[in-house]
């Protein structure tokens, strides 16, 4: 608590922490025209759709054992060192990706390079970060921190898939177009290397207490906060693998008959509002706390997803699920808020990056089972059940964490019933 609230004294974040949100944005931007050209450009080097999907594969599966294997040491060999060593990893798979035509070559560089093909973060960067970023700015400031941290991510990400135009506009098209684009991706990672090897010896830890050691995923002080909060974060998550966008999306094709020009608009809204939706999140947090501020305004986010395949016409359907994006993001900033204040600060790393490997896996199931219950769009069964669901997890999250308070939030409470003097 004390250096949180030494860290954020006069500016919003310290140097750290603007190198930290310049790194992400550079990441996310990255990712976000990889995610757009890795299938076609896999295919015009000569790949089946069975051989891309292997690639895809690799790549996810990879991410996931990247992350447990680095950031369960991070908090102990350093989080500089283990940030770099996942930036040069995404430069040489990058690499990989533009000089080799090999699958075989191609799916190890998958694997160990952090490879994005969804647009979304995989590998150590995402856990370690938000493990830096609470020790970057004061602890009444750290939700809105996270706020801003993914208000630079959903925007560069989006500016990232729009420059996937850049190439054809200046005369490159087709492969040639895509492998500016790889090698684009190359200079991003070198980039990113650059700015981790900026950061200060301030955003390590001081290490565990004498004598103590890890002894569970890197993690002693907080294993049973760790093994509840994985355990809720993967059913939310697996709730959320039914009404991914391209779900979403699918199931208006199927009840209404909504065209691709239809759809783009719907979602252009929608992620607009879950991203302005993050700048809300901070102020709420102080007036209302962490947990309570996760809680009840998720729950009527996913009352109003189970109201979505309810209504009578398009219409509405639409204008329910805009006011429901309009909620269902002011959790994400606090989840990673009170998470971090939760847990030895010693510990972040390895706490992140076990909660961010559940929540991805469970979320990579529930698709599978999300297609079945589309047999029948007009029940909406996608719907139904991951609102049923998220609200399951709103219940048990509030009722297994409401006693436990980061640490200004027990100051606070400490000072309000002190009698007056």
Do not use: C
């Amino acid at each position: 608590m004390a250096d949180e609230r030494r860290a954020g004294r006069g500016r919003f974040l310290s140097r750290d922490g603007r190198v930290v949100l310049a790194a992400h944005g550079v990441r996310t931007f990255a990712y976000g025209f990889l995610s757009v050209i890795l299938g076609p450009y896999l295919a015009l080097k000569g790949l089946s759709p069975v051989q891309v999907g292997a690639v895809f594969t690799a790549a996810l599966g990879g991410g996931a054992l990247m992350t447990i294997a680095l950031t369960t040491v991070a908090d102990r060999v350093g989080r500089r060192r283990v940030l770099m060593a996942g930036a040069l990893l995404m430069a040489l798979a990058g690499a990989a990706f533009a000089l080799t035509d090999r699958l075989i070559w191609l799916a190890v560089a998958a694997f160990i390079g952090t490879i994005s093909p969804s647009g979304k973060e995989v590998g150590p960067f995402l856990p370690v970060e938000q493990a830096i970023l609470p020790e970057t700015t004061a602890a009444a400031r750290r939700t809105s921190a996270f706020a801003v941290y993914n208000l630079v991510g959903s925007l560069t990400g989006a500016f990232g898939a729009l420059a996937v135009g850049l190439p054809g506009a200046v005369g490159l098209p087709g492969r040639q177009g895509f492998q500016a684009l790889i090698w684009g991706y190359v200079a991003a990672a070198l980039i990113l290397a650059a700015l981790y090897g900026g950061l200060t010896s301030g955003v390590e830890t001081g290490g565990l207490p004498a004598g103590q050691r890890p002894r569970w995923l890197g993690v002693t002080r907080s294993r049973g906060l760790l093994a509840r909060l994985a355990a809720l974060f993967a059913l939310d998550a697996f709730a959320g693998g039914f009404v991914v966008q391209g779900m979403v999306a699918y199931w208006f094709h199927l009840r209404y008959g909504v065209e691709t020009a239809g759809l783009a608009a719907i979602f252009f809204g929608t992620n607009l509002l879950a991203a302005l939706s993050f700048l809300a999140a901070g102020p709420l947090a102080r007036r209302f706390g962490l947990l309570n501020t996760m809680v009840f305004t998720h729950l009527p986010s996913n009352v109003l997803l189970i109201l979505v395949p309810l209504m009578p016409g398009l219409p509405l359907a639409v204008a329910v699920l805009l006011a429901r994006n309009l909620l269902s993001q002011l959790d994400v900033p606090t989840r990673q808020s009170y998470t971090m204040a939760v847990v030895a600060p010693e510990e972040r790393s390895a706490v992140a990056g076990v909660t961010a490997v559940a929540r991805n896996t469970a979320a990579a199931i529930a698709p599978v089972f999300a297609g079945a219950t589309l047999a029948a769009p007009a029940l909406g069964l996608p719907f139904l059940v991951a609102g049923g669901l998220k609200i399951v997890y709103d219940l048990a999250i509030f009722a297994w964490f409401r006693g436990v308070r980061p640490p200004e939030e027990q100051w606070t409470a400490e000072v309000l019933s002190a009698p007056n003097q």
